[in-house]
C-alpha cells in the first residue's frame, strides 16, 4: 500500500482528526457516551491506521513496542494510584471525595484520574497486540 | 429489521468459506449489534462495539489472516453431533429466558434494587449528567479497575504466546523456531 498517494494523503489527514476525537472521547465521556475505554481503542486504531498505511517500521519509531508495553502497565498503576492517593488522604480506597473539599470536584477528579488509568491500559494493550500480528508477518516472509 | 440483517450476517458468516469475507462480515455484524445497541438506548455499549468488534477486531483478524491464508478447509467430519449438540444447547437456552420477567418491564427486579438511587441521587452526590460513568468510575470503581487488570493480564498473556523469544537471543534456524 506505500505508493497509494490517495491511501497516503488520506491516512495522513485523518490521523490527527482520529487521535483529537480519541481525546475528546476521554474528557467529555462525564457529559456524553464515552469515556477511558472507548478513547483507548480510537486512539489505538489511529496508530493501527498509520502502521497498514505507512509500515509497522515507520511507526514503531514513534510509537515504540517498549513505550506501548510500559503503557499498558502504567495504566493500570494509575487507577490503583488513585485508589492510594485517596487511603492516604484518609478516605476509602478509591473514596474520591477525598481528593477536594468539595466532594462533587473530588469526584470529577478521582473519576478523570482512573479513566485516564483505563486509557492508557487500552491504549498500550491495543497496540501492543497489534504490533505482536503484525510484526509476526515480517517474520515469516 | 436489524435483527434480521444481524440473523443474515451470522448465517452468512456459516456459509462463506472464504476467510477474508468472513473477517469482512464480522465487523458488519459488530456494526449491526452496534446500531441494535443505539435503538435500545444503550450508547456506551454501543460505541465499544462499534469501536473494539468494528474496528480494532477486524484489523487483529486481517493480521492474523495474513499469517494463516485466505481459505477455510473443509471440515473432515460430519455436522451431525454438533447439529444435535448445539440444538440441544439452544433449546436448554430458550427453555431458562422462559422464566425471565418480560423484557423492559419497568417492575423488573433489576430496575429497582440500585437503578433508582443511581438514577435519582448519582447528579447530586457525583455531580457528573452521564449516569454510566458515574456507575463505571465511581460507585462500581472497583470492578472498572478489576476489568482493566484483566485487559493488562490478556496483553500479558498474548505477549507470552506471540513474543517469547523477546530479549532472548534468536535461536539457531530450523531449532524449534514458530515464526
Redesign the interface.
Known sequence: MREEVIVRVGAKVLAPFIITFGLY?HFH???????G??AG??L??AI?LLA?VYGLDAVQRVVTPRFV?AC??L??II??GV?VVTMILGHN??G?NALAHD???G??Y??LG??L??LV??F???V???Y???G??G??Q | MLLTLLAAAGLALLKVRNLFAVVMLAGIYSLLSAGLFTVMDAVDVAFTEAAVGAGISTVLFLGALALCGHHENKPGHTPLLPLVVVLLTGGALVWGTMDMPGFGDPANPIHHHVADHYLEESYSEIGIPNVVTSVLASYRGYDTMGETTVVFAAAVGVMILLAGRLGRRPRPEGKGGSG
Open positions: 472521547v465521556g462525564d457529559y456524553s457516551p464515552g469515556g475505554f472507548q481503542v480510537i489505538a486504531a493501527a497498514l508495553r499498558a502497565a495504566g493500570v487507577f490503583a485508589g480506597y478509591l474520591y466532594p462533587k470536584h469526584q470529577h478521582g473519576i482512573v479513566e488509568g483505563v491500559t487500552v498500550g494493550v491495543m501492543s497486540v497489534f505482536l500480528f503484525a509476526r508477518r517474520r515469516t
